[in-house]
């Protein structure tokens, strides 16, 4: 592995950290010393607490942080896929202090493995994440557990419903955790926010938090399914990274480079 | 229509009461008149405010509540389907004052629509749909409200945890909040109980809540995919009503009849 990464400090390849968080400052320590100013890159699911790492322990690497959104239930060698990344948006984070020829670097290594390419700030992801791929977990386990409750009459009663919303919760919980415990601090956050739209929900205004929710699951099918603009962002720009983070920000992703120019494509959002 | 009541008690036909729950006093004061020892059922989704009505406005008809726990998103004559009942769980209500012919002629009509007879009391039946049908509704509500909080960014990163969690908040929430409202106490009872669990995975008890949940999940599995074991019920036995009670709620149902009877499955739950 060491000689791996001593190839890559001489060939400028980007090393791509793919370890669990709780291993990377290893790793990390690993590559500041024998690839100081490596192209770096980790496909962690969460982002700032790598980016904190990388700071400190790599601070003249060049990096920025990768979030392959893709996965399967299954894992080991077997269930590999040259498919995987088709399709999926793979984030790559956007700081103050990343250079965009490296952040470029790394956005083409997810081009290449046919994702999309969604810039975004490592806080901004790891709040992200929290809502859409963190809290459907604690989701499911609560209403999983709040329908085993009803006994067997209310398993054998149970129906699309009930299948759909608990699925996850079949997960292993310790990958489950490992992941909602490196988010920790934005899932108690959206946590919170989920307790109190359920606490009004149960106070009376059932009506405000179902069509609360319908907007919402509309909003998802408008982004992700609805019409798309064409944008281009010019990548010799003096805020060429803030408008990566904006265009992000909209739910916007890139596609390609053309020259210094990022393609770009952003969901058409009704005032 | 008045008619068709007539022409059913003189036929001594079942007549199926399939209007809304606001609109079943009405119909069943029509009954009242007509035909007031009718064989009678009904299709609405919560089943003690029937059975209360039925009590108070025809209290002479011979009633055995019905809920087919069927349906699609879409509705109206085009939206018909022959095949709509099959395999699907038909509840049919056992009280007290049930009446072991009532219950069998109802429990036959859902079998000749390819359905399987699960039987309920009322209030065991309102309160097992509030966790495996109504909660999940609040829920997946819930979840899309929190993540279309996270704005653009949140909904372009949302995979399939996200999107299976919230499918049933594309529902119409007239018809979210019509079902809920109908069952409105139990559904109270659900969601503070969820309340309670939420509240302590986000005081620090993550993992009791992700391991729950995915035991809840495995319990879900279990009763309606694994081993079933083959029972016989005699309905000409004096506590047959109450048996037929302690078979749904083992998670159990009718598969048909044979002479004086019962022919049931119900799942082996493992001690």
Redesign the interface.
Known sequence: VDSARARAAAEDAVIVVAVPLPAVDEVLRRIAEIAPRALLTDVVSVKSPVVAAVRRIAPTARYAGGHP??GAAVSGWAAGSATLFEHA?W?VTVEPDTEVATWRAVAELALVCGARV?P?TAA??D???A???H???????????????????????????????????????EL??AM??GNREQL?A??????G???V??TGS??A?????????????R??RGQRTLAKLDLTAADALDQLAEL??????ITGFDGDTALAEL?E?PA
């Open positions: 959104m893709a948006s984030v969604v975004a901004e992801h709040t992200a994440v809502r859409v791929s809290l459907p977990h604690v989701l499911a386990a609560v209403l999983a557990s709040a329908g085993a409750a009803g006994g067997p009459l209310a398993l054998a009663l149970a129906a699309g419903s009930f299948g759909d919303g608990t699925r996850v919760a079949g997960s292993r919980p489950v955790l909602c415990e108690l959206a946590l919170d926010d989920a307790l739209k359920l606490g929900a149960s059932l009506g938090t179902v069509r609360s929710g319908n907007e919402g699951r509309a909003a998802l099918t982004v992700q992000g920000r909209r739910g916007g992703w969901p959002i």
